[in-house]
């Protein structure tokens, strides 16, 4: 089993910046691809339906959203498993809960998505 904890979410005015992190435990799994999805307010989309913000693969490859392009950026420490997104300059629109996913792979078997439990960020106007 892998565990996915986030931190860093928080409240901000439009404009400022917030730092996520993103600490995965692989255990017997290798870990891949991690990203930051956000679910917007009152959203009831599975998991699988929420918004990729960025995310960044082991080599670190990275993509993002156009919505965020030029805002956000995302970092990965492979060494502690851990995954960070910058984001300045938030606007309103950016509130949401944003998760963290890691892809963990088995021995070549199978792969699995682990998510983190999620951390609210809310923009004022």
């Known amino acids: 089993q892998v565990q996915v904890v986030e931190s860093g979410g928080g409240s901000v005015q439009a404009g400022g910046s917030l730092r996520l992190s993103c600490a995965a435990s692989?255990?017997?799994?290798?870990?891949?691809?991690m990203g930051w999805y956000r679910q917007a307010p009152d959203s009831q989309a599975p998991e699988d339906q929420r918004?990729?913000?960025?995310?960044?693969?082991?080599?670190?490859?990275?993509n993002y959203s156009d919505s965020v392009k030029g805002r956000f950026t995302i970092s990965r420490d492979n060494a502690v498993n851990t995954v960070y997104l910058q984001m300045n300059n938030l606007k309103s629109e950016d509130t949401g809960v944003y998760y963290c996913?890691?892809?963990?792979?088995?021995?070549?078997?199978?792969?699995?998505?682990?998510w983190g439990q999620g951390t609210q960020v809310t923009v004022s106007s």
């Open positions: 996913k890691t892809v963990g792979n088995y021995h070549g078997l199978y792969e699995y998505d682990f």
């Open positions: 692989g255990g017997v799994y290798s870990l891949g691809f």
């Open positions: 918004e990729l913000v960025a995310g960044i693969t082991s080599s670190l490859s990275t």
